[in-house]
């Protein structure tokens, strides 16, 4: 039986997986297109840059093929902007603030396509939901039955348990408060 050591060692060397500090040891001199200056730093130019591509006769028709084929449109935008960052098109910020506006550009190519219905997200089956729930319930369980009771009495020092116990109380933030003392405005001290 492979040690927890051997087992990680293999999965680093298998699986091709980027080793921590890895970054570190690479040349300064020819960093990686995402560790540079971005080509957009503007949402508007990077999302005309992703419309001047997809429009490009080749890149158009196999969009439209991949719609036809009922690919998911959020899995063709993830591809598109995942594929800009590697590049050094944009960083990770205007990547998140081109996620919708490249999904309704997908989707217009779509409807333009006359594609009926394309398939928007590759949404999970309301059972796959019900299974992780009742997962996540089982990892609950086990860390309540073999994690707490590790937890002894003795393994807190009795002062922090009485520092803890002579805490005051705390409203609730839902609470309506009451008794509140006014508070000037800082802009009518006239300081």
């Known amino acids: 039986m492979a040690t927890q050591q051997e087992l990680l060692q293999s999965a680093i060397t298998q699986g091709g997986g980027v080793v921590p500090g890895e970054s570190l040891t690479a040349n300064p001199d020819s960093p990686q ?3 540079g200056e971005v080509q957009y730093t503007v949402l ?3 999302l005309n840059a992703i419309f001047l591509e997809l429009t490009e006769p080749e890149q158009y028709q196999s969009t439209i093929d991949l719609l036809k084929n009922n690919v998911p449109i959020g899995d063709i935008m993830h591809i ?3 594929k800009g960052f590697t590049q ?4 990770p910020d205007l990547a998140l603030l081109l996620i919708e506006p490249v ?3 997908l989707y217009s190519i779509a409807v333009k396509a006359g594609i009926d219905n394309p398939v928007i997200d590759d949404e999970d089956d309301p059972s796959d939901f019900g299974e992780q729930t009742s997962q996540l319930e089982k990892i609950i369980n086990v860390a309540k039955d ?5 937890i002894q009495q003795g393994d807190i020092p009795e002062e922090i348990i009485q520092q803890v116990a002579s805490l005051p109380e705390q409203p609730s933030l839902l609470e309506p408060t009451q008794n509140m003392p006014e508070q000037s405005s800082l802009l009518g001290r006239g300081e």
């Not at 050094?88 to 960083?91: D, F, K, Q, R, S």
Request: charged share 20%.
């Open 80 to 82: 598109i902007i995942y």
């Open 146 to 150: 073999k994690v707490v009771p590790k």
């Open 103 to 105: 999904m309704y550009l």
């Open 88 to 91: 050094g098109l944009w960083n």
């Open 33 to 35: 297109p995402w560790e």
């Open 44 to 46: 508007s130019d990077a």
